[in-house]
């Protein structure tokens, strides 16, 4: 079983950026696809990018692409989401996710970051 523990959230004016980081332990990450979510109050839990095994591979959604960039370091068991460019509409709780792939995700799951990005 993995556990993943989110950090690196906070409060930040629209256009600024910040870095998230999921930490993993118990098992290696190495093994598996490794996914960014979010959700805000009343909403389904959404897609925000992955990325593959080896980190060759990542994808975003759409409201994301070209602010957000998903990376691992399987040497530290960490992945990391560089959120540039912030808006407003990217406030929500942040989770960190294990095992899935694109819109479906793997069954761990981290204990969430709050994001607020304030206008």
């Known amino acids: 079983q993995v556990q993943l523990v989110e950090s690196g959230g906070g409060l930040v004016q629209a256009g600024g950026s910040l870095r998230l980081s999921c930490a993993a332990s118990?098992?290696?990450?190495?093994?598996?696809?490794m996914g960014w979510f979010r959700q805000t109050p009343g909403k389904k839990r959404e897609f925000v990018a992955c990325?593959?095994?080896?980190?060759?591979?990542?994808v975003y959604a759409d409201s994301v692409k070209g602010r957000f960039t998903i990376s691992r370091d399987n040497a530290k068991n960490t992945v990391y989401l560089q959120m540039n460019s912030l808006k407003p509409e990217d406030t929500a709780v942040y989770y960190c996710?294990?095992?899935?792939?694109?819109?479906?995700?793997?069954?761990?799951w981290g204990q969430g970051t709050q994001v607020t990005v304030s206008s």
């Open positions: 118990r098992r290696t990450i190495s093994t598996y696809a």
């Open positions: 996710n294990a095992g899935g792939w694109q819109l479906t995700p793997g069954v761990y």
């Open positions: 990325i593959s095994m080896s980190g060759s591979s990542t």
